[in-house]
């Protein structure tokens, strides 16, 4: 049982270039979330999914994009890379936000660096 | 806004000492309380969680939390950390009835020596 899936673990970027993160979960779960996790300041939600078609901007949409094809992937894409956007990115997913039922499942992260 | 304070950055303790993290909320309605941890190198974890009955929660570990509602908290407690609890705690809101996204605290960051 894989859980949630984030590739690739680490990256490093030039300012300008542009990549998408991966996330594929095989829980069938509706809802899924990108987070960028910084030093001091805790998660901070990106965007996220409560299903196939259906993307919401969070909290810090701005530089990027994300789509949602299939139930089992959200990948997020970093449309023209800033050194702002050096972070650790979370994946995380559960059955639509219902979270007495189902708890929200983490990915492993996935380490940005941009120079 | 809807905002979660986390009131410590950092805490070290030694083995066996009794552990309370702060967190507070801002939003005066009905709310879901969650604490999550996240060891080093890993991904968070669900500690706890609060949605109503019993304001003291148990979770796993030996963690428990209380919420208080007059206060806006919901507090993290251990009664004798071990130095395999050293990791980062995040505190975690969502409104209740609403299947809203998570709102997380900035973090206590958990030091414990053998």
């Known amino acids: 049982n894989a859980g949630v899936t984030q590739t690739p673990k680490f990256q490093v970027l030039k300012t300008g270039q542009s990549m998408t993160l991966q996330c594929a979960q095989d829980?069938?779960?509706?809802?899924m979330s990108w987070y960028r996790q910084d030093p001091g300041m805790g998660l901070r939600l990106i965007h996220y999914?409560?299903?196939?078609?259906?993307?919401d901007q969070g909290e810090v949409p701005n530089g990027y994009n994300v789509s949602r094809s299939t139930t089992e992937d959200f990948p997020l894409r970093l449309l023209s890379a800033a050194p702002s956007q050096t972070s650790v990115y979370f994946c995380?997913?559960?059955?639509?936000?219902?979270?007495?039922?189902?708890?929200?499942?983490f990915g492993n992260g996935t380490r940005l660096t941009v120079t | 806004a809807q905002s979660v304070s986390q009131h410590n950055h950092h805490v070290i303790l030694s083995e066996a000492a009794s552990l309370e993290l702060g967190c507070n909320y801002s939003?005066?309605?009905?709310?879901?309380l969650f604490w999550y941890v996240q060891y080093p190198g890993q991904h968070l974890q669900l500690l706890l969680k609060?949605?109503?009955?019993?304001?003291l929660v148990k979770g796993i570990k030996g963690f428990e939390a209380e919420f208080i509602k007059s206060k806006f908290s919901f507090n993290l407690r251990k009664p004798s950390v071990q130095w395999s609890d050293t990791a980062e705690y995040f505190c975690?809101?969502?409104?209740?009835?609403?299947?809203?996204?998570?709102?997380f605290g900035k973090g206590t960051k958990l030091s414990v020596k053998p």
């Open positions: 995380a997913s559960s059955y639509v936000p219902d979270y007495y039922n189902s708890p929200l499942h």
């Open positions: 829980m069938n779960h509706e809802y």
């Open positions: 999914s409560v299903g196939a078609g259906i993307t």
């Open positions: 939003y005066g309605g009905t709310v879901n």
């Open positions: 609060y949605f109503s009955g019993d304001p």
């Open positions: 975690a809101v969502v409104r209740g009835g609403s299947q809203g996204n998570l709102i």
